[in-house]
């Protein structure tokens, strides 16, 4: 049981510094999928703070992440995560509800799938998955090692953001390239 | 011999996977980009061929319409969506193309494939005076061949497509635009694609 709290910790934890990685490296996609879900009536300076909201949620994302994975003994940042995941799972629920088939980004531009049924059993699985991690761990002390290997580990969390960043400004070049190559 | 903890090694493995799976990914986006440079032919009208009329809904007012090239009058016809942040940078650069005058004699027509609903979530489409259209039917546009957004096709005065391609910024943009005159005739310059 404890293997299987650690394997959906580090997992979400590794899923959200991809996602918040490859966001950042699109917030002009991602800006534009959070207009999209906005209510029909919201005001245009409220919409105008999209990119704002594209680089907080991104950044959220990636501070999650990287707190979940390097000092996984914190037990608040299980319930920011999960809090997360709940939230992902709102998000694809109303993109499935009113936009199906519309890009969501939810990886900025590592995936070009829309929202449909598969995004929103992705969102459960991940939502599933952070409340495992919440599942206290005994001994805690499992969870408590040397300073090296939590620095380890941030150097690691920020090589996944940064590689996921990277990846997915490649494919937001390249696309555009090879449409006109 | 030193103990690494269990979760520094079950960490160690989900790292590990997500670094594989972002380069699978990137694998698989060098694959279709070989692939495209064999298919960008696909994207657009060929240049030289003569565009298709398109009937569509003008937007918001719902008004039956028709492109019909061949008219006298040039024409840029740009197929973008709200939802595509490069249309957006497409729709700001006509606008501003059309500021300067450089559009003048020439008719302009956005169309779109999302729903009108979806104006709203874009301050650029919202501030736009372009006229903007929904295709009747994917049918409409089969011959201009927009399987991507953003798609800027210009049109000489006697229907004759003379660019066609991704745009989006201005200095894209203007190219197409002075590839077709303003007195319908076209000019010799044509947009490489």
């Given at each position: 049981m404890t293997a299987l709290v650690f394997a959906a910790k580090a997992a979400v934890a590794v899923l959200l510094l991809a996602s918040g990685g490859a966001k950042l490296a699109d917030l002009a996609g991602f800006g534009a999928t959070i207009r999209l879900l906005a209510?029909?009536?919201?005001?245009s300076r409220v919409l105008a703070v999209a990119h704002q909201a594209a680089v907080t949620i991104a950044a959220a994302e990636l501070l999650a992440g990287a707190a979940s994975l390097c000092w996984?003994?914190?037990?608040w940042v299980n319930l920011a995560v999960l809090a997360l995941s709940c939230s992902f799972v709102v998000v694809a629920g109303v993109g499935y509800a009113r936009?199906?088939?519309?890009?969501?980004?939810c990886f900025g531009a590592l995936t070009r799938r829309g929202f449909g049924l598969a995004s929103m059993l992705r969102a459960v699985a991940i939502l599933a998955a952070a409340a495992t991690a919440c599942a206290p761990v005994?001994?805690?002390?499992?969870?408590h090692f040397a300073l090296g290997f939590h620095l380890l580990l941030l150097a690691a969390a920020v090589l996944m953001a940064a590689a996921a960043a990277a990846a997915a400004k490649a494919l937001l070049l390249s696309e555009s390239a090879g449409r006109v190559a | 011999m030193m103990r690494v903890p269990v979760y520094l090694e079950i960490a160690q493995w989900a790292l590990l996977l997500g670094l594989g799976s972002l380069l699978v990914v990137l694998y698989r986006q060098l694959a279709r980009l070989l692939g495209a440079k064999h298919d960008s032919a696909e994207l657009g009208p060929p240049v030289g061929s003569e565009a298709a009329p398109i009937r569509y809904t003008l937007v918001p007012d719902g008004s039956h319409q028709q492109f019909a090239p061949g008219d006298g009058q040039p024409a840029l016809i740009a197929f973008v969506d709200p939802t595509c942040p490069a249309c957006e940078q497409l729709v700001e650069s006509l606008g501003e193309l059309r500021a300067a005058g450089e559009l003048a004699g020439r008719r302009v027509l956005l169309l779109i494939?999302?729903?009108?609903?979806?104006?709203?979530?874009?301050a650029a489409f919202q501030a736009t005076s372009l006229p903007i259209g929904r295709p009747l039917s994917t049918a409409e546009v089969a011959?201009?061949?927009?399987?991507?957004?953003p798609l800027l096709v210009a049109v000489d005065g006697r229907g004759i497509v003379r660019a066609a391609g991704v745009a989006s910024r201005l200095p894209e943009v203007r190219p197409y635009a002075e590839a077709i005159s303003s007195e319908g005739i076209a000019t010799e310059r044509e947009v490489a694609r």
């Open positions: 209510p029909a009536r919201t005001p996984p003994a914190l037990g936009h199906r088939g519309r890009p969501c980004h005994r001994p805690a002390s499992q969870l | 494939s999302d729903p009108p609903g979806y104006l709203g979530i874009s011959g201009y061949r927009a399987t991507g957004t």
